[in-house]
């Protein structure tokens, strides 16, 4: 597993944390794959994120590093109660896919994606018009016969 040093925070490049055994974490990185900007992605599967970047990451998030793990699943396993922030940052590096949503940052942005499609939003990307119609105007498409 190789060491990651550092998450770029360059307003041209997209910079995506996630988990590749997670579907959130797949099918968002398949969505930033299509966006034809600078990305960097990096799968917490394959790279290990240091633990002061997940600091960093969950102070800008507004949380703690405990809020970026998936606790219905640890609480199967471990009483969690006591945990600190190093328990925390070693449950994550042991266990990637416990990452509850993958991670987007854009410059000073940062956010935690809950469903793959907000990717596009969070990266200013036009998705064919969908979001200019999809609630402000009726469909056009006649209905079909009956």
């Not at 507004?62 to 640890?74: A, E, F």
């Not at 449950?91 to 940052?105: D, G, M, R």
Request: charged share 30%; with cysteine; proline share 4%.
């Amino acid at each position: 597993m190789k060491d990651m040093s550092v998450i770029a925070r360059d307003e041209n490049q997209l910079s995506l944390v996630y988990s590749g055994q997670t579907r959130v974490g797949k099918h968002t990185y398949s969505y930033l794959q299509a966006i034809d900007k600078k990305i960097q992605a990096v799968n917490i599967d394959e790279v290990k994120v240091p633990g002061t970047q997940w600091v960093e990451l969950a102070e800008e998030l507004n949380c703690t590093v405990g809020d970026l793990i998936d606790k219905r699943v640890l609480k199967e396993v471990t009483d969690e109660e006591n945990f600190d922030t190093d328990d925390w940052i070693k449950v994550l590096q042991n266990n990637p896919k416990l990452l509850t949503q993958p991670i987007a940052i854009n410059g000073e942005k940062v956010a935690q994606i809950d469903n793959p499609t907000e990717i596009l939003k969070f990266f200013g990307v036009d998705s064919a018009g969908i979001e200019k119609t999809f609630h402000t105007e009726d469909p056009d498409i006649p209905k079909a016969e009956e």
